[in-house]
């Protein structure tokens, strides 16, 4: 089944650390998001890419990094510089025909410990 | 600056009821307004979308509403079920451009028996 592949579904991070969550996908589209979502809040954009080997700062960038050296693959990096990153974070990607909008991953829990 | 409000931020309804959400926008570009459905825990589950051409798009129990003119769409949920209880997405993108979308902050909706 095509689908949007996060990992893993929790994760602890302990205080200066760097943790890289992963999102893949099968579905062949060509733009990748990164979403955190904070308790009974909305989403935030982090990062998105639109093509392999180009990504763009969303509205809360700092403190993250991602790569997009394949076109399945986008993963996430919290680094130490994210002074708060307990959240459920949210990988979504977009195909060409905009009728179908985004689909989502089932989101990575990270807690700091 | 928020692309798209989005209210109520709660909603209860009993069982067998409409349930109501409410969006509105200001950007005229916008021609894409899905809505998502999203369960605690889970990636938010694309739910009905609407193009400006038409006022009103009907999938089941869910319709959207779309008034072009006001700049605003709603959902109508007929018939709440205790199962509807999620938290509910308006969003728009526009065509051209990073095409990607906004979303509104969410309404908790509550159904109880």
């Known amino acids: 089944d095509g689908g949007i592949t996060q990992s893993p579904k929790y994760l602890f991070r302990k205080e200066g650390q760097n943790v890289t969550l992963s999102c893949e996908q099968n579905?062949?589209?060509?733009?990748m998001y990164w979403y955190r979502q904070d308790p009974g809040q909305g989403l935030r954009l982090i990062y998105y890419?639109?093509?392999?080997?180009?990504?763009q700062k969303g509205d809360i960038a700092e403190g993250y990094s991602v790569s997009r050296e394949k076109k399945e693959s986008f993963p996430l990096t919290v680094t130490s510089a994210q002074k708060n990153p307990t959240a459920f974070y949210l990988c979504?990607?977009?195909?060409?025909?905009?009728?179908?909008?985004?689909?989502f991953g089932s989101g990575t829990r990270l807690t700091v410990v | 600056q928020q692309q798209v409000k989005q209210s109520p931020q709660s909603l209860i309804v009993q069982k067998g009821g409409i349930s109501i959400i409410n969006c509105a926008y200001e950007?005229?570009?916008?021609?894409?307004f899905p809505w998502y459905q999203q369960f605690p825990g889970k990636g938010p589950a694309l739910l009905i979308a609407i193009r400006p051409d038409v006022s009103e798009k009907k999938e089941g129990r869910f319709t959207i509403s779309f008034n072009k003119s006001a700049k605003q769409f709603s959902l109508h949920i007929m018939d709440s079920q205790p199962g509807d209880s999620a938290t509910y997405f308006c969003?728009?993108?526009?065509?051209?451009?990073?095409?990607?979308?906004?979303f509104g902050t969410g309404t908790r909706l509550t159904v109880i028996p």
């Open positions: 979504a990607s977009r195909g060409r025909d905009r009728n179908y909008g985004y689909t």
């Open positions: 969003a728009a993108s526009a065509l051209g451009g990073a095409n990607n979308l906004f």
């Open positions: 950007n005229t570009a916008f021609d894409y």
């Open positions: 579905l062949n589209h060509d733009a």
């Open positions: 890419s639109q093509i392999v080997n180009d990504f």
